[in-house]
């Protein structure tokens, strides 16, 4: 089975609802989570998790990282989307906030 290593971007209450619906699902690796705010709470369940957390706002370690395949912008707020839009990799599949409130409404 292919692995869908995953980023989260956006770790407040829609945050922690997708990181805990996808902490158990065989075949994926959380790999990043992203918040501006080092006590929302999908980053200090994401530290409890042992998964990588940043607060940087640019996502330098993402970018770069060619690894991941699957993003999850889950802020909210189109500057984030077009930004993450902009800098991923085309083969990074991006999903915006709106598209992800229906896995976790």
Not at 12 to 37: E, F, R, T
Not at 77 to 105: E, N, R, W
Request: hydrophobic share 45%.
């Amino acid at each position: 089975m292919e692995q869908d290593i995953i980023a989260v971007v956006g770790a407040g209450s829609g945050g922690l609802a997708i990181l805990q619906l996808l902490a158990d699902i065989p075949g994926i690796q959380i790999k990043w989570v992203y918040d501006s705010n080092q006590n929302a709470p999908g980053l200090l369940y994401a530290k409890k998790k042992g998964y990588p957390i940043s607060t940087d706002t640019q996502f330098a370690d993402l970018v770069k990282d060619d690894s991941i395949n699957l993003v999850f912008e889950i802020t909210g707020q189109q500057g984030v989307f077009d930004l993450l839009s902009a800098m991923l990799p085309k083969k990074t599949t991006l999903i915006g906030a709106h598209g992800t409130k229906i896995i976790h409404k």
